[in-house]
């Protein structure tokens, strides 16, 4: 520990440097804390990352067309056409028809919402069970570590894919056993990460301080170590939403989980495959991009989650 | 500002010459100067001291020199030349073909500076084989051979360590044997000593000293601490903010400081015969110090401790597993368990203050860990105002009413804040917790009241760590525990990581607190030095036991054991304080 501390203080020193070297930092005037510097703060890690901006302006989109989708289509998504079937992408079908006349565009505007439920509340259900998993793990150690340890190196074990799809097929063809399936493959992830960051900072100054002050073991962990997770824990919840649309549009793709007519990306892209070979591509084609647009997204955003996120990347 | 007196008369020739240098770092707001006007010379065989504050430059000058600067760093201005070398324009291989041959750096710490999964000696051979002085068995003769010079002993069992298997003396020594491989004409020493004890500082820095003497090498050293620098320095440059503000030979610079800032310095570097109030600045008001209370004796101590004991064996952390259990090799059972604390038993005063003085490794944290309930002794009572503690299960001594009479402040003060809250939710957290109702009906009004007293100003408290200084995280952390107005006061090395001008006042503010709150202290340290100053009796510790214990005047003045008198005469002295 006094390594640590005194890697720590060495650390300070050399930070001390550039930051001492920083006199408009001392210079401006305090920051009152509280809701205004957050929003200044967030406004600047989006001004000084393009492609943060980028990302989170797709994804402002891709909310956009969840949340008002219904309203804003042109058509409706189930309603078919048997006189304009498999037409190519024009004005009135932006991004054509498929083999029964109905719009794409519309399909692949409504199927955000579901896409976006799915892979939201399953990452949720893995942060959620992870970090609760990995902080105690992390925190106390001991048996409880080693147990949970295992048990994630097992689950990692299995190719995760085929390891959902077990639990689909086994549960049943639904939306919520969907979420499970993807919640249960990226457990391990976030319990993991959750148990490293606890780990290290189980005996740093600070939480010997917040013992000292009274506070039990759980609310040292809750409130005065794991917060110091989340910033590394960002990263994993972006990268992982990217994943998750991607394992949920996998599963349809194979027929296991949402069933069509529903619109879904994955789904789409199934029924459209066997039509690329005639020449119809535009009926994978887009579902297609809008699934590679939204991991994308994910990915990009990550970064500039994880700086939102950390106090420290406040000057 | 920066015009620096040449008063170099012996003309050795320069080897180094830095003139006008400019350094900035792009950051967030914008381009800073780091580092501005800079001129200096090292002449040949000299040793340099660059002596300064965190913040002041000094380091980012060395990076300069060596041209190690990170990529947000630039020179901006100046020139630079080493034996007419313009280094500032040589190419990036130039630069790799000077460093560790021609310059060389010996880095803050000795365990970060070696690659921790490569053999010691294969490093320094390395390092040989780079700069094609020896190759293969005769690398590694040299190696030996300069492991030996460094005062290893048992060069060729060492060439096979790997570093996390020697001291942190032993390794800055190997760090030392690193950078002289190549015989270097200029050695750069950036804090060689930080981190480590009074005592393996001292043998460091000697032999330094000795090793570029007997090579004839030009030496800068770079150190924080201006009583370093004056014991082994031929003449010391003062940076401050980036620029000098006085350069001179060290008699001189001791004997009539020139500059105020250097005055403050000076005042600020304890030394064997300065009290407290002597650290602050000649300009400050100084409030007369409050005559001791000899009577505190007579009261009944607010912490006894008695024979302590505190194993840590080697069966806590590795259990013999079923397999070594099966086959009869139960490695647990082979190994000795270890004393860190060995049957201690002391007692303080209550008001009073008491140091606990010992090198790393000697037990003191262990101690005053066990004394803070953060630790079970094995054995052993300690009582607080009476009350037994160790009776109290560890876990439900968190809520228990003696938590709020025995706080800490701690060593680092980076590490001891939670980089997530900001200051006032740092203080008002002890409050909530074991706080009464009346003060937590009034928090926001205690905590900016409990500010006040360690003068920190009001508006900082809305500021995360990052965004204060050093000292004010310091005085967070004090806030923090004097908060519940504790009875007992634990102090683990709280100036270790501050500098010596913020050390002066955070020691005063200490003084000052204890008298006017009536607490008492346990003042942990390495440095005898600066314990004296706060505390009336002192303990010092070695290897788990008490070697000597007495009033801290006299066991300044007249050691009994040996092992203290290698304590006080490891100091490093700053030459008599100028006549003011």
């Not at chain 1, 148990?195 to 962990?221: M, P, T, W």
């Not at chain 2, 570097?269 to 602050?280: A, G, M, N």
């Amino acid at each position: 520990m006094q390594d640590q501390q005194f890697i720590a203080a060495i650390a300070n020193e050399a930070d001390g440097q550039v930051e001492a070297a920083d006199p408009l930092k001392t210079l401006r005037p305090t920051q009152s804390a509280g809701a205004s510097s957050t929003i200044a703060h967030i406004a600047y890690v989006l001004k000084s990352n393009p492609v943060t901006l980028v990302s989170f302006g797709l994804f402002f989109l891709m909310v956009l067309a969840a949340v008002l989708g219904p309203y804003i289509v042109p058509y409706d998504p189930l309603a078919s056409n048997s006189a304009a079937t498999l037409q190519p992408p024009s004005w009135a079908h932006w991004f054509g028809t498929d083999q029964l006349g109905r719009d794409v565009f519309s399909r692949i505007v409504i199927a955000t919402r579901l896409d976006l439920f799915i892979a939201t509340s399953a990452v949720a259900l893995s942060f959620v069970i992870g970090s609760i998993l990995g902080s105690l793990a992390g925190y106390f150690g001991g048996w409880f570590d080693t147990i949970s340890g295992r048990v994630i190196d097992t689950i990692m074990a299995f190719p995760l894919f085929v390891l959902a799809m077990g639990i689909v097929a086994a549960l049943g063809n639904t939306v919520e056993n969907i979420i499970y399936a993807t919640a249960i493959i990226n457990i391990p992830f976030y319990a993991r990460v959750a148990r490293g960051e606890v780990n290290i900072r189980r005996n740093a100054g600070f939480v010997h301080a917040a013992r000292l002050s009274g506070n039990n073991d759980l609310r040292v962990l809750a409130l005065h170590i794991f917060p110091n997770a989340l910033p590394p824990m960002m990263v994993q919840i972006s990268l992982n939403l990217g994943w998750a649309i991607l394992n949920a549009a996998g599963l349809s793709f194979i027929g296991l989980g949402v069933r069509p007519p529903t619109p879904e990306w994955g789904i789409m892209v199934a029924e459209g495959a066997q039509f690329i070979v005639s020449g119809e591509w535009w009926l994978a084609f887009f579902p297609g991009i809008c699934l590679m647009l939204a991991v994308l997204t994910f990915n990009l955003m990550g970064d500039g989650l994880r700086d939102m996120v950390d106090p420290a990347q406040r000057t | 500002m920066s015009n620096p007196v040449d008063i170099d008369e012996t003309h050795r020739p320069a080897l180094v010459r830095v003139d006008q240098l400019g350094v900035s770092f792009a950051t967030r707001n914008g381009v800073v100067e780091a580092v501005s006007n800079v001129s200096f010379e090292v002449a040949n065989g000299e040793t340099l001291g660059i002596v300064g504050e965190s913040g002041s430059g000094k380091s980012v000058t060395s990076y300069a020199l060596m041209r190690i600067l990170d990529r947000a760093g630039r020179i901006s201005a100046g020139q630079m030349t080493y034996s007419s070398i313009d280094l500032v324009n040589a190419s990036e291989r130039e630069m790799r073909d000077l460093r560790g041959r021609e310059i060389s750096m010996i880095f803050q710490n000795p365990r970060m500076a070696l690659n921790p999964i490569r053999r010691v000696g294969d490093q320094i051979s390395d390092v040989l084989t780079q700069h094609a002085q020896a190759i293969g068995a005769e690398a590694r003769a040299k190696s030996i051979e300069l492991l030996k010079t460094v005062k290893i002993r048992d060069a060729e069992a060492r060439y096979n360590a790997y570093p996390f298997e020697l001291s942190g003396g032993m390794c800055q020594r190997v760090v030392i044997a690193l950078a002289l491989a190549c015989r270097p004409r200029l050695l750069i020493a950036d804090e060689p000593t930080t981190g480590l004890d009074v005592t393996t500082q001292k043998t460091v820095m000697e032999l330094i000293v000795e090793l570029t003497r007997a090579r004839g090498m030009s030496t800068i050293l770079i150190t924080h601490d201006l009583g370093l620098a004056a014991s082994y320095c031929d003449r010391i440059i003062v940076m401050k903010d980036g620029e000098i503000v006085e350069a001179n030979k060290t008699d001189a610079l001791f004997a009539s400081p020139k500059h105020p800032y250097t005055r403050n310095l000076i005042r600020a570097t304890p030394r064997l015969d300065s009290r407290i109030r002597d650290l602050l600045p000649e300009d400050l008001a100084i409030a007369a110090l409050p005559k001791r209370d000899t009577q505190l004796q007579a009261t009944s101590p607010i912490l006894e401790v008695t024979s302590l004991i505190k194993t840590f064996s080697p069966t806590d952390t590795r259990r013999p597993g079923w397999l070594s259990n099966l086959i009869g090799d139960n490695p647990a059972v082979r190994s000795d368990a270890q004393r860190a604390v060995d049957n201690i038993s002391f007692s303080i005063p209550a008001g009073g203050s008491v140091g606990l003085v010992g090198e790393s490794g000697c037990g003191k944290s262990t101690t005053s860990s066990i004394i803070m309930r953060l630790l079970e002794p094995t054995s052993g009572s300690v009582k607080l105002s009476g009350v037994e503690l160790t009776g109290v299960p560890m876990k439900s001594f968190a809520r228990s009413a003696y938590r709020a009479q025995l706080q800490m402040v701690f060593q680092d003060p980076t590490d001891s804040l939670n980089p997530r809250f900001t200051a006032r939710r740092v203080i008002e957290d002890p409050i909530r917790m074991l706080g009464s109702d009346e003060d937590r009906k009034s928090i926001t009004s205690r905590v900016d009241e409990v500010a006040e007293r360690v003068s920190l100003p009001i508006d900082l408290l809305n500021r995360f760590p990052h965004q204060l200084s050093g000292g004010q995280k310091a005085r967070v952390g004090i806030a923090r525990a004097i908060a519940l107005s504790p009875k007992l006061l634990i102090l683990d090395e709280p100036t270790a990581a501050l500098d010596v001008s913020v050390q002066a006042v955070v020691l005063n503010l200490l003084h000052d607190l204890r008298t006017d709150l009536g607490m008492s202290y346990l003042f942990v340290s390495h440095d005898l030095n600066v314990v004296r100053l706060l505390c009336d009796d002192v303990l010092v510790m070695q290897a788990g036991r008490i070697v000597e214990q007495g009033s801290a005047d006299e066991v300044l003045a007249s050691p009994q054991s040996s092992y203290t008198q290698t304590l006080i005469d490891a100091i490093p002295h700053p030459p008599p304080l100028y006549a003011a």
